[in-house]
């Protein structure tokens, strides 16, 4: 399990979006990119006095996040992470799962909200956010994963074949369509343009999370995770791909690092 960083902001927006607390021309202030809240400085790489909430998601405002999240009390916000499947095995037919970390709301602190608007104060695992980013990309069903499609005899016959099951139906898909429209412009506009395909739309998110120290007491000085979730064709998507990256070197941002991966990939 890691920390997400900004590949996590989706879900937050989907959830303002599927109990109509935002409209994508909703803007908030957002300071030049330096914020103050709780005693606490947030930052942003992309520099604006205001941004929309698509803008927000397309730059990777975490002050935008932040701003915008108050509007989902604690419990709203963690449910919408707990029913995206984080903080609990995915039922995986493989030996030793991890379940992350997803602190309940009476654990939290002033800074807890905010903190998991960015991607923080939350650990999840690669297959936890590539099952929940197919959410968006099958519109908005979460769904169980299966290591193998079919197993056939040695004349070709099929003998068994795995049927798909949805575990709960996460967003509506009218939510889901948004969503991936948003997603889209994060690559052809965004954060993330280098993962971007001359002959097919890729939609997706980049993330750069700072990295603990070994004890966990605190995070380590230039050290990153870089990651990228693509949905590929952004249109109608039959893929979820998921690049993670740990201390980079150079370049260290997701949208640089990790979404370069991606587009080799697909290509």
């Known amino acids: 399990p890691y920390e997400p960083g900004s590949t996590l902001k989706p879900f937050v927006a989907a959830a303002l979006l599927e109990r109509q607390r935002v409209r994508l021309t909703d803007s908030v202030v957002t300071h030049n990119g330096v914020y103050t ?24 405002s975490n002050i935008g996040m932040v701003k915008f999240v108050e509007r989902l009390n604690p419990r709203e916000e963690y449910e919408a992470l707990r029913d995206a499947g984080f903080g609990m095995t995915t039922g995986m037919p493989y030996p030793s799962e991890a379940a992350g970390r997803l602190y309940p709301v009476r654990e939290w602190s002033r800074q807890s909200a905010a903190s998991l608007a960015m991607g923080y104060e ?95 007491r605190g995070y380590a000085a230039g050290a990153y995770t870089a990651s990228f979730v693509g949905l590929f064709p952004a249109d109608q998507p039959q ?25 080799v990939v697909l290509e």
């Open 122 to 216: 939350i650990s999840v695992t690669p297959l936890q956010l590539a099952l929940a980013y197919a959410a968006f990309a099958n519109g908005g069903e979460l769904l169980e994963p299966r290591l193998l499609q079919e197993v056939r005899a040695a004349d070709g016959t099929v003998v068994w074949r795995a049927q798909r099951r949805v575990v709960r139906r996460l967003m509506s898909s009218e939510t889901a369509h948004t969503m991936r429209g948003l997603l889209r412009e994060v690559v052809s506009e965004g954060t993330a343009t280098s993962a971007d395909l001359a002959t097919f739309e890729v939609a997706g998110k980049s993330g750069t999370a700072r990295r603990t120290t070994n004890d966990g």
């Open 37 to 60: 809240i709780n005693g606490r400085t947030i930052r942003d790489v992309h520099e604006a006095r205001a941004l929309s909430f698509a803008e927000v998601i397309r730059y990777s």
């Open 239 to 263: 893929y979820v791909i998921l690049v993670k990256l740990d201390n980079p070197s150079g370049a260290y941002y997701g949208g640089r690092t990790a979404a370069p991966v991606t587009k």
